[in-house]
């Protein structure tokens, strides 16, 4: 970092997860880990499965967000 520049800073929030925001979440996994893997819909991509709905109800308190 040369002398002009300043450093970013970003707050960030962080709390735990909620049953509301279970869809939304499950959107954000599809998404990220489809185009991660490369299918052609990753909107899409296990649409099937409900991993992140079980994986929050075996510990709620596990589960966390970043806002």
């Known amino acids: 970092m040369t002398s002009d520049q300043q450093p970013i800073q970003a707050r960030v929030t962080v709390r735990r997860m909620t ?37 929050w109800r075996i510990d709620p308190l596990a589960s966390l967000l970043r806002k």
């Open 19 to 55: 049953e509301g925001d279970l869809p939304a979440a499950k959107k954000i996994f599809q998404l990220a880990f489809g185009t991660f893997v490369g299918v052609p819909e990753p909107e899409n991509f296990l649409e099937d499965q409900d991993y992140i709905n079980a994986r």
